[in-house]
């Protein structure tokens, strides 16, 4: 007969992803995870395979739930620069204040992580940065439609110079930089792509 789960893998990996965003992947051993879910290790590493590959679903599912939701609204806003500029001040908001404040970001932190390496993490990461690059285009697309833009900006080089300053907010948050500060970073990058009337 085959073996009946006595638990709800969505939870138990809803578990794992505020602890390892939390905590870090690298500093958090199998041990841990066992104490918080209340799992055996013969339970995690049959529904989820080994370390590497649950902290792999646990990028997913940080990917699903998380940023998704948020590019998502970025793609569907409209309104060009002032989209982006919500788009961060919600993005420092989060960061610095509230139950997540200085934790970083779960995908944003797997970069510098021991587990960058293995191929179902590198998929993970690639496709945050893809869906976080492209609602950022969409973003500049808009901008340029609304005549926000000055004319020589690369769109494409643009919306991966804010996907990379997405990083350094959430790096630098986790890092306890102060919220001032990052919006201001914000500011100065965002004041580069405007056309004069619009600064």
């Not at 960058?116 to 998929?123: I, K, N």
């Not at 285009?137 to 340029?144: C, Q």
């Amino acid at each position: 007969m085959p073996d009946v789960k006595h638990f709800d893998p969505d939870v138990a990996l809803d578990q794992v992803v505020r602890l390892f965003w939390e905590r870090g992947a690298d500093t958090t051993g199998i041990a841990e995870v066992v104490q918080v879910t209340g799992l055996s290790r013969s339970s995690l590493y049959a529904t989820f395979g080994g370390k590497g590959q649950l902290y792999a679903a646990a990028l997913r599912r940080y990917l699903e739930r998380q940023s998704r939701p948020v590019f998502d609204a970025l793609i569907a806003d409209g309104r060009g620069l002032p989209a982006i500029s919500g788009f961060f001040e919600r993005l420092v908001s989060a960061r610095c204040a509230g139950e997540h404040a200085r934790w970083g970001c779960l995908v944003t932190n797997a970069h510098a992580a021991a587990g960058r390496e293995l191929p179902e993490v590198r998929q993970a990461l690639d496709a945050h940065h893809g869906a976080l690059r492209s609602a950022m285009r969409t973003a500049l697309e808009a901008a340029r439609r609304h005549g926000q833009l000055h004319p020589g900006l690369d769109v494409e080089a643009g919306a991966e110079t804010l996907a990379l300053l997405a990083y350094g907010v959430n790096l630098r948050s986790r890092a306890g930089a102060a919220a001032a500060d990052l919006l201001g970073g914000v500011r100065a990058v965002l004041d580069g792509f405007r056309t004069t009337e619009e600064r």
